[in-house]
């Protein structure tokens, strides 16, 4: 008798328990689960709604919402990474190595065969916009960032979609490395040098390390340097490397109650920057950073038009080069509209995505036609 109690109010647990914490929302999660998505509303009931509508929306409505459901997909996540090593949206590699699912088997196919198709409209896009540019004493600046299966393909596990060799972004890269109208800076061979001797990426982060984006922001500064005149390298402040403890939006999109984690590599800051200025969302600019006193041995102003790779790039130290930096981000600004309204004392606009950026190419490709 006592079994059955025990089991009858087990079950009546099992059943209200996720219907009380759905309608009051106790206990709260601690942590809620990102989704990359933005999860279906409550339904709306009217006398114009088909009821077959209103009953699709409730069904999609009580799917994202129902009690305890971040719990449930975080033990089960934690179950297929702890016990099967796999998770279904991470390819979780060998020696802690993580790649999103999204990236490795749809953007970077996808980018394969567009690249595959539409490589000379870049090419002309890119040497229109150059051109254009050019005309009003500006030099465009170009810049693919790879990703980390670049350099880190052999800890992919073997679910992971393979291409090509050699990628079409590589094929792109070296046509483009090859205009003259525009300045290449090849991340991707400054960062091959450098992985021989240390971490490019992080293990459980989408993203370059810093002391990977110091090193590409160094190769960019010495390069502009060069087009000025300067017969040494600009860059003068020197990296210094500290580790710690970390675990980055890979480790968390999967996501676990105990997220993996790295020893990570970071820039210990040892530059002091001048008096400077620094105003956000001005126009077309997400922000603007601009030295108090404009410096004849600082480089010329630049607009920057980049992603969150450009970020590490930021905190390596590359204001200590420039009287001004414009940075605007993909997509809110079309190149188009970037030209028209550039800044007339702007003499640089450098052009930074990753490799899997679709809208990035078809900004390239479109150059300076309207459609």
């Not at 025990?6 to 009051?24: D, G, H």
């Not at 998770?87 to 999103?100: K, M």
């Not at 991707?188 to 002391?211: C, G, I, M, Q």
């Amino acid at each position: 008798m006592m079994t059955r109690l025990v089991v009858s109010i087990a079950f009546l647990f099992l059943i209200w328990a996720p219907i009380v914490q759905m309608v009051t929302g106790l206990p709260r999660p601690s942590l809620s689960v990102d989704e990359n998505r933005k999860l279906a509303a409550p339904p709306k009931f009217g006398s114009s709604t088909p009821i077959h509508k209103y009953t699709v929306d409730l069904v999609q409505w009580f799917n994202d919402h129902f009690g305890f459901r971040d719990f449930l997909i975080r033990a089960k996540t934690q179950a297929d990474y702890s016990v099967f090593g796999m998770s279904t949206r991470v390819h979780a590699g060998s020696d802690g190595w993580l790649f999103y699912r999204s990236v490795m088997d749809v953007e970077k196919p996808r980018i394969e065969g567009r690249l595959k198709k539409d490589a000379d409209a870049v090419i002309a896009g890119t040497r229109q916009l150059a051109n254009a540019l050019s005309a009003r004493g500006v030099k465009l600046i170009v810049m693919i960032a790879p990703m980390k299966d670049v350099y880190y393909s052999d800890f992919l596990p073997n679910t992971a979609k393979k291409l090509p060799d050699p990628r079409q972004v590589s094929l792109l890269s070296e046509r483009m490395r090859a205009m003259p109208e525009i300045i290449f800076l090849d991340s991707e061979s400054v960062l091959k040098v450098v992985a021989k001797s240390r971490k490019v990426f992080h293990k459980t982060d989408f993203h370059w390390n810093d002391p990977a984006a110091f090193e590409v922001s160094r190769s960019l500064v010495n390069q502009i340097g060069t087009l000025e005149g300067r017969t040494e390298p600009v860059w003068a402040h020197s990296l210094v490397i500290e580790e710690k403890k970390f675990s980055g939006g890979e480790a968390a999109f999967m996501p676990l109650f105990y997220p993996p984690k790295e020893t990570g590599l970071f820039v210990k800051q040892n530059w002091t920057l001048p008096p400077y200025n620094y105003s956000e969302k001005k126009g077309q600019f997400e922000w603007i950073y601009e030295v108090k006193e404009l410096n004849a041995n600082l480089l010329s102003p630049i607009a920057v038009v980049g992603d969150s790779f450009f970020d590490g790039m930021s905190r390596s130290g590359i204001g200590l080069y420039f009287n001004k930096i414009y940075k605007t981000k993909w997509p809110d600004v079309t190149l188009q509209t970037l030209v028209g309204n550039l800044p007339s004392d702007c003499k640089y606009v450098f052009l930074e995505f990753i490799e899997v950026n679709d809208g990035a190419y078809s900004e390239l490709m479109r150059g300076m036609t309207s459609k």
